[in-house]
């Protein structure tokens, strides 16, 4: 049964689109930004003691967004930058970020492109000398001892670059959110086997594509919020219909940063809301303006 008090905010929030201020240190508290990105993926997370881990950094025109977006937080600095995989939607905008900020430590799946996108993600990387680690699966990110951190997927042999996506479940208090970056349906069913994979917010594989979000890994889910990132505007038909209909048929609350814009999910462990940057009327402005 759905938490359906934990959404009055939420629901309140998407009616009258309140204009927010979320603050650049929580304390102790969870912040989790999901930005608009056009077609890809970006998340920052906020750790209860004020690191910040950044996954991904969507396509190459994306890093001037993702860099101002951090620096109107006022981050000077990234403690852990993940690169889900080297698809050119997921790694293009990172060498923007990585001219901006330091970054303590890198995590890569380990998943070699033969893509210049690649190449120049790899020379930023040995030109800011960054630490690089690549990520295993059941290894436990230790980053903030209030919260827990941990890789389901990463690269093995065989897998296609999407399949070598890393997986993150993030645990803090009574919350657990899963970052399923663009892995496909064999790796979904192969979770189902090995983890507890239940969690409040599932950022939704491959952008609500086909190759994903199979009915009975949904159903294991069973979150009561999805973040699908894709741009309205992309070629690949994003997100397909039959995705939708199975997290609505859960009575899952879907924001997409298509429509929603950036989306801020934060949490004090107990009680969680929901900061869509747009809300529904301003969709329905831009489709009529």
């Known amino acids: 049964m759905k938490r359906w008090k934990q959404f009055t905010c939420c629901v309140f929030l998407m009616l009258l689109?309140?204009?927010?201020?979320?603050?650049?240190?929580?304390?102790?508290?969870?912040a989790v930004h999901f930005l608009d990105v056009g077609q890809g993926d970006s998340i920052l997370i906020q750790?209860?003691?004020?690191?910040?881990?950044?996954?991904?950094?969507g396509p190459p025109e994306a890093g001037k967004t993702v860099v101002n977006y951090l620096k109107a937080l006022e981050i000077d600095k990234?403690?852990?930058?993940?690169?889900?995989?080297?698809?050119?939607?997921?790694?293009?905008?990172?060498?923007?970020?990585?001219?901006?900020?330091?970054?303590?430590?890198?995590?890569?799946?380990?998943k070699v492109h033969g893509t210049k996108t690649y190449m120049r993600y790899l020379q930023q990387i040995r030109k800011k000398q960054i630490p690089m680690m690549l990520?295993?699966?059941?290894?436990?990110?230790?980053?903030?001892?209030?919260?827990?951190?941990?890789?389901l997927n990463?690269?093995?042999?065989?897998?296609?670059?999407?399949?070598?996506?890393?997986?993150?479940?993030?645990?803090?208090?009574k919350h657990d959110l899963l970052f399923m970056s663009d892995i496909e349906q064999k790796q979904e069913k192969e979770l189902l086997s090995q983890y507890d994979v239940q969690a409040d917010l599932i950022k939704v594989a491959h952008h609500g594509s086909k190759t994903s979000s199979s009915k009975v890994f949904l159903e294991e889910v069973d979150a009561n919020v999805a973040i699908l990132t894709?741009?309205?505007?992309?070629?690949?038909?994003?997100?397909?219909?039959?995705?939708?209909?199975?997290?609505?048929?859960?009575?899952?609350?879907i924001y997409s940063t298509a429509v929603f814009g950036h989306i801020i999910f934060q949490t004090d462990g107990q009680?969680?809301?929901?900061?869509?940057?747009?809300?529904?009327?301003d969709a329905l402005n831009e489709k009529t303006g």
Not at 80 to 109: W, Y
């Open 17 to 30: 689109v309140l204009p927010v201020q979320v603050d650049a240190y929580p304390a102790k508290k969870l």
């Open 230 to 253: 894709y741009s309205k505007d992309n070629d690949y038909g994003h997100p397909v219909e039959r995705v939708i209909k199975r997290l609505l048929q859960l009575d899952t609350h």
């Open 47 to 57: 750790t209860p003691t004020g690191k910040h881990i950044l996954i991904d950094g």
């Open 271 to 281: 009680n969680f809301l929901i900061f869509p940057e747009k809300g529904p009327l």
């Open 154 to 173: 990463t690269s093995s042999k065989h897998k296609s670059n999407n399949q070598s996506s890393i997986v993150l479940k993030l645990s803090f208090g």
């Open 135 to 151: 990520a295993r699966k059941n290894q436990s990110i230790d980053i903030d001892p209030l919260m827990d951190l941990q890789v």
């Open 78 to 110: 990234i403690d852990l930058l993940i690169a889900t995989h080297p698809d050119i939607d997921h790694i293009g905008g990172l060498p923007a970020v990585m001219q901006a900020f330091p970054v303590k430590l890198l995590m890569d799946s380990g």
